[in-house]
């Protein structure tokens, strides 16, 4: 490692006796710690304002963009049909009912080509594991036609189970806001048909995944009802081996003493999610619901109805959120033991029915169980009855499929009158000229007893209306979308402003600001309540407040910067200046396309080669020889490890076949090859060792270093090393004769434990007691007398003077390096590693280049490039901007079971690690190499005061990019799959940087400042 600024500062002769201070010195000291301690408080206060700004527009972006329908509250009676009359039908509702009771079996994630022969597909593909595993659904599907049928099951995205579960018993259409809840369900208050079978006096026993708890709580039978944990996709048998213990007794009962059985497996869902759906344990899992089906199979009689369907499909990864096909194509498959079932003839309207069938919506099963069950349909469904159900036997049965479909229509066209009796969906008349024209057609047919042209024109009608709805029912509320934009736009010019415009003492003028912005918060939020209150009619008050308080808070901090510490003089950025705002406009501007977005991993490796580039070349050009050696050689490494950090990819689906994923053992594995293995223990073997280097590159490696970097950091990464280890081992199965799986979890969980207690309680306490990293030295005078004349006194040196504030701060950093290690795969912890090196690299290039923000320099491409460091390493730590390359499993790397809120913290920090590193790095841009004798901690304050702001500037500007391409854009076609899930991400990356800076890294300042200033007596 080339070194600078290695040897230690010379203070002079020792004195015979520590000197005294006198009682005025001691009491400017004190006052000065207290100063230093209330402006960290104010600063806090004031980045947390800030952070409440964030949150108000981009809930009120999110009020008017996520929503995407009216729930209404009403609900279908037997008794009356659809026009309004008495229901004259007294074996069912208002048509005769098929059976009298139902075993429904949900196996999550059960994708369709789970369920049919490996014939169907290449040679090449006949040999994955998942292939030929459960072939009773298609066996029986071939071979009885009559008694079973097998369909693709189309989801609508998003495929979370929560969103699928309330679209398979509401029968309507999903909102993708729906996706957030996912944690902790809500209850389901709209029409759905578990609340039909309630009102019928069923008894509904529920087994399995615990989330049909969560939306439909006391609807189920007490006594007979088993729910289970849903969340720990580690645990691939608990919660199966549970619901067949409890299922088959049910089945057996004489009498019968229930109507409707929920049973929903999640070991299929487990299995893709931990080692991804081509892998043996897919396998075991697929048998083991095959003979559970056949069980099931010969324990029914000939008035209960079998329905196996998956809610949603899995990709190659295993993982589900998103909208591809393997995502959203699940299977559906009914049995009954008597002959009820047929397929429509190739002349229909519909695709001709073989074994591989025609593929039909999750929106279709509501109206299908609730006539087959004799129920009301429920009032909110806009899904058309599954004809296989109601073809009949032999030849097609046109009058009762003619008639079911009269049902649906007649209650989706009540729906929608009630719909828009409520909320305009301001469409011309000529929007539903087709409706009508199809719709007259099939009553017309109806009346005249011609079956198949009746409904032929029904599923017509139906079409046209579905199709009307998935590009309508994101029903943007443009008003809040705008005031969203409006506050985050307000925001970002205030951070522009007082980071890069204002000069003068920001720290001493927190105190008025806070106060200002305070004030400012309070007398809007009193307007925003006086004009709700007066326009009620178009303004909720509680909307009126908010927007009020944001508003007013950033007019009045404004306007008081303005006023007290405006620069008159124009503000020029020098050429690095300009580089980081070239750099974070075009990002910001490129994500008006979908392919920037897609590819956006590759435009950020551009931007830090860029960089390195650039700072090798002004390296170079320095006048210092030691800052023209050091700086090229860490611009070089800088470069190399920017490149070095490119071969850790997980692809996203629209990177294919253009990328090749090297993250995981395969495109088709949650878990990591075994040569990667080996990853974990070189990070533990290097990364001390590297940290070591730059700390003896200015003879820092003293006090507190090396305890913490040199042995506490090294056990920790050993630590997390062999959990990976051992995981890998309970993952394979490699010992499966030796230890059981539960004994490699304990000790798993243990080692992670363990880990996290070096990083945190060990971490913290020694970063909070730990004294500045120097070292002195006393060297015994050569003679008697001095130069003077004088008796010669030993000679005081201190070493690591050079560096005492930024290596003092850097020992936060390895905590939650270390945490993040554990909670990512060996990729990503390659990933991290590379990531600590290059912010070393990065603070010696600064320094060199005289780049660091002090009172004379207020540089912005420090903060600049650590955040574009933390959003490249936010893809090379194994995300995308998606839903589905959320790593669940994280949350149970040091736990059992799910615990709010450690459990999602867990995937905060797995998902968001770097981002969350870097953010805690930025005060070392102001800290590495500075001179403590020159601006004190009043000017330390100042200078990572700007560096804060600058960095939360760059994520702000993304923030409101995203934002207001996802509004321009909201009737894309990637919508969806592009552009939403990147402003969610863009959103949560800006909150939790606000509140790292806010919470972390003022703290660790403070911490460090004072540890500094004690010694030093500044």
């Known amino acids: 490692m080339v070194g600078h600024a290695a040897e230690g500062q010379h203070i002079g002769d020792l004195p015979d006796a520590p000197p005294k201070l006198s009682p005025a010195t001691e009491e400017r000291n004190r006052r000065k710690i207290i100063s230093f301690k209330v402006t960290h408080v104010l600063l806090t206060i004031l980045l947390l304002w800030l952070t409440i700004v964030h949150i108000i527009g981009i809930l009120f972006f999110a009020k008017g963009f996520l929503l995407a329908r009216l729930v209404l509250d009403n609900k279908s009676e037997c008794g009356v049909d659809p026009y309004g009359q008495p229901s004259a039908e007294f074996d069912g509702c208002w048509h005769p009912k098929t059976f009298d009771r139902a075993v429904i079996i949900i196996i999550d994630a059960l994708r369709y080509d789970f369920t049919i022969p490996s014939s169907r597909f290449p040679i090449e593909a006949g040999s994955k594991f998942y292939l030929d595993n459960l072939p009773i659904l298609h066996e029986t599907a071939s071979s009885s036609p009559a008694n079973a ?213 999750q929106i279709d099963l509501v109206s299908t169980l609730s006539i087959l069950l004799g129920l009301a349909i429920p009032f909110n469904n806009l899904g058309m009855p599954i004809a296989e159900a109601f073809a009949g036997a032999g030849n097609t049965d046109w009058k009762n499929l003619a008639v079911v479909g009269r049902w649906a229509q007649s209650q989706i066209s009540r729906y929608q009158e009630h719909y828009s009796r409520s909320r305009d969906l301001g469409l011309p008349q000529e929007a539903y000229t087709a409706q009508n024209t199809f719709l007259a057609q099939s009553r017309y047919a109806f009346e005249k007893g011609q079956w198949e042209q009746s409904y032929r024109a029904f599923i017509e009608w139906h079409r046209e209306v579905i199709s009307m709805y998935r590009q309508l029912w994101a029903n943007f509320n443009l008003a809040d979308m705008l005031i969203g934009v409006y506050l985050s736009g307000s925001a970002l010019a205030f951070l522009l402003f007082f980071s890069r415009f204002l000069r003068g003492d920001k720290a001493g003028l927190a105190a008025g600001l806070v106060r200002s912005a305070g004030i400012g918060s309070a007398a809007g939020a009193a307007t925003g309540a006086i004009v709700g209150t007066l326009l009620s009619a178009h303004f909720s008050l509680l909307t009126s407040v908010f927007v009020g308080a944001g508003a007013g808070g950033i007019a009045a901090a404004i306007f008081w910067s303005q006023q007290h510490h405006f620069a008159p003089k124009s503000y020029t950025p020098s050429a690095w200046g300009w580089m980081a705002f070239v750099f974070c406009v075009t990002q910001s501007a490129g994500f008006a396309s979908n392919s920037y977005t897609i590819h956006e991993d590759t435009i950020l490796l551009f931007f830090l080669g860029t960089f390195g580039i650039v700072a090798l070349m002004s390296s170079l050009r320095q006048s210092s020889r030691p800052d023209r050696v050091l700086g090229t050689y860490q611009s070089i490494v800088f470069i190399l490890l920017t490149r070095g950090a490119s071969f850790s990819r997980l692809c996203r689906e629209e990177q294919m076949p253009g990328c090749r994923s090297t993250f995981y053992a395969s495109t088709n594995s949650s878990t990591s090859a075994p040569w990667q293995l080996l990853i974990p223990f070189s990070v533990a073997l290097i990364i001390p060792e590297i940290i070591k280097a730059f700390y003896k590159g200015t003879a820092s490696y003293a006090a507190s270093a090396g305890f913490w970097i040199g042995f506490s950091v090294r056990m920790g990464l050993v630590l997390v090393a062999a959990y990976w280890t051992i995981d890998a081992v309970n993952n394979g199965d490699w010992l499966v004769d030796t230890f059981s799986s539960t004994t490699l979890q304990t000790i798993g969980i243990t080692l992670a434990r363990c880990a996290l207690a070096v990083a945190i309680p060990v971490g913290i306490g020694t970063f909070v007691w730990a004294k500045p990293c120097i070292d002195i030295s006393i060297a015994e005078p050569k003679g008697s007398v001095d130069a003077s004349g004088n008796p010669a006194r030993p000679q005081l040196t201190i070493f690591g003077y050079a560096n005492v504030y930024g290596t003092r701060y850097f020992l936060v950093v390895p905590v939650f390096i270390l945490a993040s290690c554990l909670l990512l795969p060996p990729m990503g912890q390659y990933s991290i590693a590379i990531l600590t090196w290059q912010i070393l690299c990065l603070l010696e290039i600064l320094d060199t280049n005289a780049l660091t923000v002090t009172s004379n320099s207020k540089s912005s491409i420090g903060p600049i490039m650590l955040a574009i460091l933390g959003s490249y390493h936010f893809f090379k730590t194994g995300h995308q901007a998606t839903l589905a390359s959320i790593q669940w499993n994280s949350a149970f790397v040091p736990l059992r079971t799910i615990q709010y809120p450690w459990s999602p913290l867990l995937v905060i920090l797995n998902t968001f690690g770097a981002q969350i590193i870097c953010a805690a790095a930025v005060p070392l841009v102001v800290l590495w190499k500075r001179s403590i004798e020159k601006t004190g901690l009043r000017g330390l304050w100042n200078d990572v005061l700007d560096a804060c702001l600058t960095h939360i500037l760059y994520y702000a500007t993304i923030q409101l990019a995203t934002t207001m391409w996802a509004g321009h854009l909201r009737r894309h076609l990637m919508l969806y799959r592009v552009f939403m899930p990147r402003y969610l991400m863009a959103n949560g990356v800006l909150l939790i940087v606000d509140v790292v800076l806010a919470l972390a890294a003022l703290t660790s300042i403070r911490i460090a400042g004072l540890s500094v200033g004690e010694v030093f007596g500044y």
Not at 221 to 247: A, C, K
Not at 313 to 331: F, I, L, N, Q, T
Request: no cysteine; hydrophobic share 35%; aromatic share 8%.
């Open 149 to 361: 049928f097998l369909l693709p099951f189309i989801a609508d995205p998003p495929t979370s189970t929560l969103q699928r579960l309330k679209g398979l018993t509401t029968g309507t259409l999903p909102t993708f806001i729906d996706i957030g809840s996912n944690f902790a369900g809500t209850a389901i208050e709209e029409d759905n048909i578990v609340s039909q079978l309630k009102d019928a006096g069923k008894t509904i026993v529920h087994l399995g995944d615990d989330t049909w708890h969560s939306l439909f709580p006391g609807y189920f039978d007490s006594n007979m009802t088993r729910p289970y944990d849903s969340f720990n996709v580690w645990d691939l048998h608990t919660l199966d081996n549970g619901v067949i213990e409890h299922i088959m007794p049910l089945l057996d009962q004489s009498p019968v003493q229930w109507d409707v059985i929920f049973g929903h497996f999640l070991g299929v869902d487990h299995a893709g999610h931990r080692y991804g759906p081509d892998h043996p344990a897919m396998a075991e899992k697929l048998r083991q619901m095959n003979g559970v089906i056949r069980q099931i199979m010969d324990k029914l009689d000939d008035q209960t109805l079998l329905v196996i369907m998956g809610d949603h499909g899995m990709d190659p990864k295993g993982d589900h959120g998103g909208e591809s096909d393997e995502e959203v194509e699940a299977a559906l498959w009914m049995y009954s033991k008597k002959p009820r079932f047929g397929r429509i003839h190739e002349n229909a309207v519909l695709p001709p029915a073989t074994a591989k069938e025609r593929p039909v919506g």
